[in-house]
T-cell receptor, first 116, second 114 residues
Framework: AQKVTQAQTEISVVEKEDVTLDCVYETRDTTYYLFWYKQPPSGELVFLIRRNSFDEQNEISGRYSWNFQKSTSSFNFTITASQVVDSAVYFCAPPGCYSSASKIIFGSGTRLSIRP | NAGVTQTPKFRILKIGQSMTLQCTQDMNHNYMYWYRQDPGMGLKLIYYSVGAGITDKGEVPNGYNVSRSTTEDFPLRLELAAPSQTSVYFC?????????????FGPGTRLTVL
């Protein structure tokens, strides 16, 4: 079964610190996709990134970066120079593939608090 | 594009009442989903649909029903509301399966059952 583990339930750092959110996944598929979503205090869910398992290059978008390592089944998310606006719950979605069922089961996420 | 819209935004129900949560998307997505999120918890899949006329159960379908008569609409019906159904309900859609394509979420409906 497709599964993801976000071992860090809550993280609290001071503004401007770098912070890494861990995501370890399980899958038997050789081709799959991974996602990160963000849920700020306002409650909406926002897509952050989609990554194909073929592409193991790190992704950088401004202060956000993602480190995908197939060898360790990890897809970690780093925020550099964190800001208060980064405070949110972050969800790493389990790997999905075209041949698997349409439904994906989200984990509980990591609650990130950035203190001023 | 409005994306995914949900109505109502808030609702208070009495135990035993019924209601329908509306969800509409204007992106011509094939897949649609209903999730619930209890306070401080993650998302749990209630039902999903892979296209008009086709629906299937998720993790927590008991107490809910869905229908998908059009591509755009995916209403969620609560029959005989119970306090355990107090939650925030999110509708989402994706062009392809949510395992491979980005899901776009609605703003949510906050439901309280008293």
């Amino acid at each position: 079964a497709q599964k993801v583990t976000q071992a860090q339930t809550e993280i609290s750092v001071v503004e401007k610190e770098d912070v890494t959110l861990d995501c370890v996944y399980e899958t038997r598929d050789t081709t799959y996709y991974l996602f990160w979503y963000k849920q700020p205090p306002s409650g909406e869910l926002v897509f952050l990134i989609r990554r194909n398992s073929f592409d193991e290059q790190n992704e950088i978008s401004g202060r956000y970066s993602w480190n995908f390592q197939k060898s360790t089944s990890s897809f970690n998310f780093t925020i550099t120079a964190s800001q208060v606006v980064d405070s949110a719950v972050y969800f790493c979605a389990p790997p999905g593939c075209y041949s698997s069922a349409s439904k994906i089961i989200f984990g509980s996420g990591t609650r990130l608090s950035i203190r001023p | 594009n409005a994306g995914v819209t949900q109505t109502p935004k808030f609702r208070i129900l009495k135990i035993g009442q019924s209601m329908t949560l509306q969800c509409t998307q204007d992106m011509n997505h094939n897949y649609m989903y209903w999730y619930r999120q209890d306070p401080g918890m993650g998302l749990k899949l209630i039902y999903y649909s892979v296209g008009a006329g086709i629906t299937d159960k998720g993790e927590v379908p008991n107490g809910y029903n869905v229908s998908r008569s059009t591509t755009e609409d995916f209403p969620l019906r609560l029959e005989l509301a119970a306090p355990s159904q107090t939650s925030v309900y999110f509708c989402a859609s994706s062009y392809g399966t949510g395992g491979t394509d980005t899901q776009y979420f609605g703003p949510g409906t906050r439901l309280t059952v008293l």
